[in-house]
């Protein structure tokens, strides 16, 4: 054999062999995939002639598949064809411990390798026992709520009041707090409420723990008057405004101090948001007997308290000859007084506490309105 047909030969081998050597057709991959999903990692090869193609977890250094057979007696491991030049290992069910690298391997000499990676996401979770659940604190008090979570990435805490409302943080007014702590000092009553830890991680879905934070404080109670007068036979709405945490017990009473109970004469109503709370006492019917001051008697288990307000009647006789002057008599207490001129005194028809059926509303007078009438003695 001729120099030259060897160089020929050769040539030709080299083009057959050489040449065309099996070769990876782009990179690794970095394939994510949340928890419980399907992965495929996808390796690509051509002139693969008889070689064949493995797939590896590197981790343990198992064999997965040979070429187009699952080797491995983990039922979730596949491997699939459909592109000639790919060879697909896919994953169902995807486990946390799944994740890590994977080769993919051509038994050549010597062997090449590609290496892939598999991360697993897993959606976020609140780690109870590591939480804050119901607090209790008083008034004045500090705080620090906690809320801790899994999930992979590790997930972020984003805490806010349920109503939305500002919190104050480390000397800040905000609607949002990021951190696993929430921290507050001297506690207002204010505060008092629903708090939300938020845990996200980019991997649907977001999950959220409500905290409930009580603020306990002692009863106050305020009635906004003093005074209120009524028409005989008429109604009167007197309101307490209470702030008290835990709900606190309310009465009412009129001068003898016994209890007042919800009847056709007494209506009573309480409504409750948060620790602000609104007693109402509906007296019916009013007379010169129901008179005189009421209480507003408010207890909860740190204290007690109350507030009183003085109820008068008016009586009223029109004039028709008058234009727009009306007489009035008032009586307060004992005093019955007949007034004749009273410009200055002002019907606030629309004031709440007035019932809306015309010819039959309540005025209501300030102490200094009252002063002012200048009420001459009664004879
Ligand atoms: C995959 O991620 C690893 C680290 O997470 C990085 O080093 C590598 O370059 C990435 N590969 C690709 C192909 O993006
Ligand atoms: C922050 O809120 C408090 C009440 O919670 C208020 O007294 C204060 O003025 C607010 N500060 C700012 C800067 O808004
Ligand atoms: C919040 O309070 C907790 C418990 O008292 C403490 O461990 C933590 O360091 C505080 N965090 C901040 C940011 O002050
Ligand atoms: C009672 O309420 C009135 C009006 O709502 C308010 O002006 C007053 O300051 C309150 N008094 C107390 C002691 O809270
Ligand atoms: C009083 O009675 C009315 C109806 O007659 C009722 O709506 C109200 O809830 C009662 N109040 C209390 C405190 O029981
Ligand atoms: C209102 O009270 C008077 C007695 O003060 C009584 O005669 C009258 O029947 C009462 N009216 C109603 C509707 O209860």
């Not at 009167?236 to 056709?264: F, G, M």
């Not at 509906?282 to 008179?291: A, F, T």
Request: proline share 5%; with cysteine.
């Amino acid at each position: 054999m001729s120099v030259y047909k060897f160089i020929i030969l050769a040539f030709l081998f080299y083009i057959i062999y050489a040449k065309d050597e099996p070769k990876f057709l782009g990179p690794g991959t970095n394939v994510t995939v949340v928890v419980g999903r399907d992965a495929s990692l996808i390796c690509k090869v051509e002139n693969l002639h008889n070689y064949k193609v493995a797939w590896l977890r590197v981790d343990t250094q198992t064999i997965l598949t040979i070429g187009p057979h699952v080797i491995t007696k983990n039922h979730r491991v596949g491997i699939t064809r459909g592109d000639p030049q790919a060879w697909t290992l896919t994953l169902r069910d995807v486990r946390l411990s799944d994740g890590g690298n994977y080769m993919c391997q051509v038994n050549t000499d010597p062997m090449i390798t590609q290496t892939h990676q598999l991360q697993v996401f897993v959606p976020p979770d609140i780690v109870d026992s590591g939480s804050s659940s119901e607090v209790i604190i008083h008034e004045g008090d500090d705080v620090a709520l906690h809320c801790s979570a899994s999930g992979t990435p590790l997930p972020t805490i984003t805490w806010r009041r349920e109503d939305s409302t500002e919190m104050r943080i480390e000397g800040q007014n905000v609607t949002k707090w990021r951190g696993v702590w929430l921290n507050m000092t001297s506690v207002g009553r204010e505060v008092n409420g629903a708090f939300l830890c938020i845990a996200t991680n980019g991997v649907p879905p977001s999950v959220s723990k409500r905290i409930l934070l009580h603020v306990l404080c002692a009863p106050t109670a305020n009635i906004s008057q003093k005074m209120i007068g009524g028409y005989i036979g008429d109604s009167i709405l007197l309101q307490c405004r209470i702030e008290a945490n835990p709900t606190p017990n309310v009465y009412w009473s009129h001068i003898d101090e016994n209890k007042l109970l919800n009847n056709s004469k007494y209506q009573t109503s309480i409504t409750s948001n948060s620790y602000k709370h609104t007693a109402t006492l509906k007296i019916n019917n009013v007379s010169r007997n129901d008179i005189g001051p009421y209480y507003c008697h408010v207890e909860n288990s740190l204290g007690s308290t109350l507030d009183d307000i003085t109820v008068y009647t008016l009586v009223t006789t029109t004039l028709k000859s008058t234009t727009n002057l009306m007489e009035t008599a008032v009586s307060a207490s004992t005093v019955s007084t007949t007034i004749e001129s009273y410009a200055e005194l002002e019907m606030k028809e629309n004031n709440p506490n007035h019932f809306s059926e015309e010819d039959n509303f309540v005025a209501v007078l300030s102490q200094h309105q009252m002063q002012s009438l200048d009420l001459p003695p009664s004879s």
